[in-house]
């Protein structure tokens, strides 16, 4: 099946990929003319494990290509996919400018029949925006379908490829057909695929992330009450989230979420019940817990070594707002360093793959570590911000002797406290004694 996608970002490139893997003919389009060099030459702008052996083989191929030419590729295409970004506004309502932007170029580029599926994370209601959109500008046949994306950075490839559900948001029975037939080679390990209004698709993913963000915030406030009375977070993490009703996804104390997701699908679906009348009070205490806990550690460093940090070198083991990505928006170590910074101290980090985005958000006030080890050297404490697989198990004894003074910062709860204190290790967690 010819299909285009209109976006190169995160979602777009994921899915256009791996819908080119699946046999499909997909033609990804940008306005950035070096971005879709850099691909069809098979750079990836972004680190998520196994994209670009995909991109570089469905390439080579010819099932995959590059384009910054939409008309030509939205004329060729029975299927067009959004897949801009929506990024939050002043209010916190999600950016649709881009959405509608791709709607009214493809309502002008189409000379046939065209189902034309956003994969975006828009609020209720876009769709039927888009569906007006297009039909001001053609008097082909279309129809608008709401396929909202379910993917962790980092596990993208594996959660298109083996998905828990496929939710579409479609009335006519020819259009659930096309989509049937796109994912067809998805569903046959019987996961479902969903078929809904595009309203109920369209508010499916906003409910999912927060959902999952709340039981993140609900399970930092159970740490901030275990400190305060001397219980063991991992203890109750593990004593409640054993209750099969429960589980422990997603149920880790840390120093907050992050990403591109959570932060703004958050603050979308807040505004959105704001202007239906019907106020989210859950969700007013899950941002506010998770903007504090982003400052957990400051607070902590203050308690231990005062509110002037002047003279001191501090080690962040971890940038991206979670492992096996790079991408740092809302993450909460660009809130620990301007918190040190600000306080006088020094800051030496190091991340296995977000150094080059981290120059974006913090230019030149920090030091840049070639190494884990080298982060380490000579520095009064270290924090552990992002559980990356390199930091799980290192040579304490190697790093505690390149250390000036043996205080760690755990914020993932990652290590053994009991173990770290044996070794002469000023050990500070999440929630724990």
Same mark, same amino acid.
């Given at each position: 099946?010819?299909?285009?996608?209109?976006?190169?970002?995160?979602?777009?490139?994921?899915?256009?990929?791996?819908?080119?893997?699946?046999?499909?003919?997909?033609?990804?389009? !940008?306005?950035?003319? &070096?971005?879709?060099?850099?691909?069809? =030459?098979?750079?990836?702008?972004?680190? *998520?494990?196994?994209?670009?052996?995909?991109?570089?083989?469905?390439?080579?191929?010819?099932?995959?290509?590059?384009?910054? !030419?939409?008309?030509?590729?939205?004329?060729?295409?029975?299927?067009?996919?959004?897949?801009?970004?929506?990024?939050?506004?002043?209010? #916190?309502? =999600?950016?649709?400018?881009?959405?509608?932007?791709?709607?009214?170029?493809?309502?002008? /580029?189409?000379?046939?029949?065209?189902?034309?599926?956003?994969?975006?994370?828009?609020?209720?209601?876009?769709?039927?925006?888009?569906? /007006? %959109?297009?039909?001001?500008?053609?008097?082909?046949?279309?129809?608008? +379908?709401?396929?909202?994306?379910?993917?962790?950075?980092?596990?993208?490839?594996?959660?298109?490829?083996?998905?828990?559900?496929?939710?579409?948001?479609?009335?006519?029975?020819?259009?659930?057909?096309?989509?049937? $037939?796109?994912?067809?080679?998805?569903?046959?390990?019987?996961?479902? %695929?969903?078929?809904?209004?595009? $309203?109920?698709? *369209?508010?499916?993913?906003?409910?999912?992330?927060?959902?999952?963000?709340?039981?993140?915030?609900?399970?930092? *406030?159970?740490?901030?009450?275990?400190?305060?009375?001397? /219980?063991?977070?991992?203890?109750?993490?593990?004593?409640? #989230?054993?209750?099969?009703?429960?589980?422990?996804?997603?149920?880790?104390?840390?120093?907050?979420?992050?990403?591109?997701?959570?932060?703004?699908?958050?603050?979308?679906?807040?505004?959105?019940?704001?202007? /239906?009348?019907?106020?989210?009070?859950?969700?007013?205490?899950?941002?506010?817990?998770?903007?504090?806990?982003?400052?957990?550690?400051? &607070?902590?460093?203050?308690? @231990?070594?005062?509110?002037?940090?002047?003279?001191?070198?501090?080690?962040?083991?971890?940038?991206?707002?979670?492992?096996?990505?790079?991408?740092?928006?809302?993450?909460?170590?660009?809130?620990?360093?301007?918190?040190?910074?600000? @306080?006088?101290?020094?800051?030496?980090?190091? !991340?296995?793959?977000?150094? *080059?985005?981290?120059?974006?958000?913090?230019?030149?006030?920090?030091?840049?570590?070639?190494?884990?080890?080298?982060?380490?050297?000579?520095?009064?404490?270290?924090?552990?911000?992002?559980?990356?697989?390199?930091?799980?198990?290192?040579?304490?004894?190697?790093?505690?002797?390149?250390?000036?003074?043996? +205080?760690?910062?755990?914020?993932?709860?990652?290590? !053994?406290?009991?173990?770290?204190?044996?070794?002469?290790?000023?050990?500070?967690?999440?929630?724990?004694?």
């Amino acid at each position: 099946m010819k299909i285009c996608i209109v976006g190169t970002g995160y979602v777009g490139l994921v899915a256009g990929t791996c819908l080119a893997d699946l046999g499909h003919f997909i033609t990804c389009i !940008d306005n950035n003319a &070096e971005k879709i060099d850099g691909l069809t =030459a098979g750079k990836v702008p972004i680190y *998520e494990p196994g994209l670009e052996h995909l991109i570089v083989r469905n390439v080579r191929e010819k099932r995959l290509h590059f384009t910054t !030419d939409a008309i030509p590729a939205i004329q060729q295409s029975v299927v067009a996919y959004i897949a801009v970004g929506t990024p939050s506004g002043a209010d #916190g309502s =999600a950016d649709l400018s881009g959405v509608f932007a791709v709607a009214k170029t493809i309502g002008e /580029a189409m000379n046939g029949p065209l189902t034309v599926v956003i994969k975006s994370t828009v609020p209720v209601g876009t769709a039927d925006k888009v569906r /007006a %959109i297009i039909a001001e500008a053609t008097e082909h046949e279309f129809d608008v +379908v709401s396929n909202p994306e379910f993917l962790k950075e980092g596990a993208a490839i594996d959660d298109f490829m083996k998905p828990d559900r496929i939710v579409v948001g479609c009335s006519k029975p020819e259009t659930q057909e096309m989509m049937n $037939r796109i994912y067809a080679p998805l569903m046959r390990t019987s996961k479902p %695929i969903l078929f809904m209004d595009n $309203r109920s698709a *369209e508010l499916s993913k906003y409910a999912a992330n927060a959902f999952l963000a709340t039981r993140i915030s609900f399970i930092n *406030e159970i740490a901030k009450l275990c400190e305060s009375v001397g /219980a063991d977070v991992e203890h109750v993490r593990r004593g409640a #989230g054993s209750d099969s009703r429960i589980g422990l996804r997603f149920f880790f104390p840390g120093i907050g979420y992050g990403g591109s997701c959570f932060p703004k699908d958050v603050k979308a679906l807040m505004t959105t019940a704001e202007q /239906a009348g019907s106020p989210m009070q859950i969700l007013d205490a899950v941002e506010s817990v998770n903007a504090n806990q982003k400052k957990l550690f400051i &607070e902590k460093i203050e308690t @231990r070594f005062g509110s002037d940090l002047s003279g001191l070198c501090f080690a962040v083991w971890g940038l991206s707002f979670k492992p096996q990505t790079d991408d740092m928006r809302e993450a909460p170590s660009v809130v620990l360093i301007n918190g040190l910074l600000e @306080r006088g101290a020094t800051v030496k980090a190091y !991340d296995p793959e977000a150094m *080059e985005e981290a120059r974006h958000h913090l230019q030149d006030r920090v030091q840049y570590a070639a190494s884990k080890m080298d982060a380490v050297s000579n520095v009064d404490a270290l924090v552990l911000v992002t559980e990356w697989h390199e930091f799980r198990n290192p040579d304490w004894p190697g790093v505690l002797s390149a250390m000036k003074t043996k +205080v760690l910062f755990d914020g993932r709860n990652l290590y !053994d406290p009991d173990r770290l204190r044996a070794m002469g290790v000023e050990y500070h967690g999440v929630g724990r004694p």
